[in-house]
């Protein structure tokens, strides 16, 4: 059996994107509290919104 390179390259670049682009956005991370980095962005940006609030109601 011969292995054409192109085929790796692009197994690789699928493995790549899919860990890149998928799991490392969803798993938990032990330095964010066990979020996923989805979830630690998105509560930022709520706390963050409700700072700015109380900082437009002084």
Known sequence: MVIIPV???GARR???TWIDGWYNARR???G???????E???R???LAAGSAAR???I
């Open 40 to 42: 630690y962005e998105r």
């Open 44 to 46: 930022q940006l709520t």
């Open 14 to 16: 699928g493995a790549y």
């Open 32 to 38: 964010i509290g066990y979020l996923s980095p989805l």
């Open 7 to 9: 085929e790796v390259d």
């Open 28 to 30: 938990r991370h032990s």
């Open 55 to 57: 900082i437009g109601d």
